[in-house]
């Protein structure tokens, strides 16, 4: 069983400044790792799969790097409505999530 | 433009079923598979399993083998999920969301949510 696992478990960051979220799988899972944004009463959201590429219409301030266990997600320059909960998921085999990281308005 | 469009909530009482629907338009619903997640109240997302739309293979977490059922009707371009055994701690938000043909899956396109509350 791949356990993933994120940090920080809130991040607090001013408008405008640049955001980095971490998630670290506990055996590889190659580059088949994917983030999505969760706004509350709403459903997630495909932000990233395949590590690094970004979903449909998704704006060019988030980007993803990373392969094997470590990965990172930064959205560069933090707009109102980035304000929410982030998630990994890995599918490398059996999907499984992070347990979130909450961005918040510092 | 694909849409996910799922039943309205329930309240089920423990040891009872729940069958939600998710009906798809806006893509061939035999080319992809439909996962399940379900999201407990103030918690993450949990993976409950997979079918695939083409010929309703179905890969089920482990601990929800027995009591879980994921089926098709490839008429309506609509799956479900039937719970059985319903307890207190399957209250939850469940999602149905578009996957690929296969169980390693992201989700690109997610249903609204079906709000599932087990209460005696």
Not at chain 1, 10 to 31: D, F, I, K
């Amino acid at each position: 069983e791949i356990v993933m696992t994120q940090s920080p478990a809130t991040l607090s960051v001013s408008p405008g400044e640049r955001a980095t979220l971490s998630c670290r799988a506990s055996q590889s899972v190659s580059s088949n790792l994917a983030w999505y944004q969760q706004k509350p009463g709403q459903a997630p959201r495909l932000l990233i799969y395949g590590a690094s590429t970004r979903a449909t219409g998704i704006p060019a301030r988030f980007s993803g790097s990373g392969s094997g266990t470590e990965f990172t997600l930064t959205i560069s320059s933090l707009q109102s409505e980035d304000f929410a909960v982030y998630y990994c998921q890995q599918y490398n085999n059996w999907p499984r999530f992070g347990q979130g990281t909450k961005l918040e308005i510092k | 433009q694909v849409q996910l469009v799922q039943s309205g909530a329930e309240v089920k009482k423990p040891g009872a079923s729940v069958k939600v629907s998710c009906k798809a338009s806006g893509y061939t619903f035999t080319s992809y598979g439909i996962s399940w997640v379900r999201q407990a109240p103030g918690q993450g997302l949990e993976w409950m399993g997979w079918i695939s739309a083409y010929n309703g293979n179905t890969n089920y977490a482990q601990k929800l083998q027995g009591r879980v059922t994921m089926t098709t009707d490839t008429s309506t371009s609509t799956a479900y999920m039937e719970l059985r055994s319903l307890r207190s701690d399957d209250t939850a938000v469940y999602y149905c969301a578009r996957s690929r043909p296969s169980v390693t899956t992201f989700l690109g396109y997610w249903g609204q949510g079906t709000l599932v509350t087990v209460s005696s």
